[in-house]
């Protein structure tokens, strides 16, 4: 258990657990008043990191996303009643709520798997980054 140290900045749904010690802190949380898009797909493992590098850039060149991360995973899953195990590559996207629609179809469209993950959830952020990626991505 936390000694009542927990830094503002943990997802709201942590902090409303933890609320007593958050109120004792000196400092107040960021006010979080705008809302980023935080978009996750995986691609193949043996695609290269070239690959995968021109996936990222044609999103993040077209705009339609502010920041992108890649790492490899070792992914398991079921796939047609098969059990599959195999290294992936996990992909997370920043993009602004407005241009999350466009983002979807550009994934979709271009991605390798018959039935790909994309999964997109909205995050609340504080001003100066909410601020970030609407310049990066609408403007």
Not at 54 to 76: D, K, M, P, W, Y
Not at 118 to 130: F, K, W
């Amino acid at each position: 258990m936390h000694s009542g140290r927990l830094r503002p900045s943990i997802v709201p749904s942590i902090l409303i657990s933890f609320k007593p010690q958050i109120d004792a802190l000196s400092h107040s949380p960021p006010t979080m008043a705008e809302e980023v898009v935080v978009v996750t797909t995986t691609l193949p493992g043996g695609m290269s990191e070239e690959e995968v590098g021109v996936f990222v850039e044609q999103l993040v060149n077209g705009r339609l996303v502010a920041c992108a991360h890649r790492s490899r995973i070792h992914s398991t899953y079921l796939w047609k009643g098969e059990k599959c195990a195999e290294e992936e590559w996990k992909l997370e996207f920043k993009t602004s709520v407005s241009r999350l629609g466009e983002l979807l179809s550009a994934i979709s469209e271009s991605h390798p798997y018959e039935e790909p993950q994309i999964l997109h959830r909205i995050h609340q952020a504080s001003e100066g980054y909410t601020g970030w990626v609407v310049e990066n991505t609408e403007g």
